[in-house]
């Protein structure tokens, strides 16, 4: 079963930035916090993933509580080719064969 | 050049055929995964080797056989196909082991399978 909680559905005007939650209340101390997207008829496309710290990178930047009980995915300026569903997902970093859960994910849809 | 790549992209066949979905990646990865999304769109893994050898087999109909001929290509072959088996099935791979990556999974674009 998916380890996290994420709402099913959000809006974001293009342009402005998409913040999108994440709950992960359960997460274990070498559990990293990764997030991919699909868009319609693609494959799962990663996005970003952190541990402890703040991350950010080209595509996106990921915010996650000193906690570490829920991360937030930001896209600082969305575009409508953002629109997708975005899965953050919890799994450790050893070897367990990359099985990576996906849960019902957030469907983002970015309107003009 | 395209990561990960999956032939057919398409597939439409009758109840009861055997057919394969190729995979073959060029990123020098040690591990590949076989991942199932059903019509409600829940990603689910089937398969994992990580350098040819099976690592993770979830609960799949044993009509379902991953073949790892060298690290760089896993295929699906599907023996007496059902209609439940129709849905969409990605190939991925990834570098186990990785520090900075964190094993961080690349998806192919998909291989559309529908049982008639």
């Known amino acids: 079963d998916a380890k996290t909680t994420q709402p099913p559905s959000m809006d974001c005007a293009e342009g402005r930035a998409a913040n999108l939650p994440c709950n992960h209340s359960t997460i274990s101390g070498n559990e990293y916090v990764y997030w991919y997207r699909q868009i319609h008829s693609q494959g799962p496309q990663y996005i970003i993933h952190g541990l402890k710290n703040n991350e950010t990178n080209e595509m996106a930047s990921l915010i996650i509580t000193e906690d570490r009980k829920s991360s937030t995915l930001i896209l600082p300026h969305a575009t409508l080719r953002d629109t997708a569903v975005y899965y953050c997902?919890?799994?450790?970093?050893?070897?367990?064969?990359?099985?990576?859960?996906f849960g019902q994910g957030t469907e983002l849809s970015v309107k003009p | 050049d395209t990561a990960v790549s999956q032939t057919p992209k398409y597939l439409v066949t009758q109840m009861g055929n055997d057919k394969s979905i190729k995979c073959e990646q060029n990123l020098g990865h040690d591990t590949m995964y076989w991942y199932k999304q059903d019509s409600k769109k829940f990603l689910k893994i089937m398969f994992s080797y990580n350098n040819k050898e099976l690592i993770i087999n979830e609960t799949v109909p044993n009509r379902f056989s991953p073949k790892s001929p060298d690290k760089a290509h896993l295929n699906l072959h599907i023996n007496s196909l059902e209609l439940g088996d129709s849905a969409v099935y990605f190939c991925a791979s990834s570098q186990v082991g990785a520090a900075r990556s964190g094993n961080t999974i690349y998806f192919g674009e998909g291989s559309w399978l529908t049982v008639v």
């Open positions: 997902i919890v799994r450790p970093s050893y070897n367990q064969g990359g099985k990576l859960i």
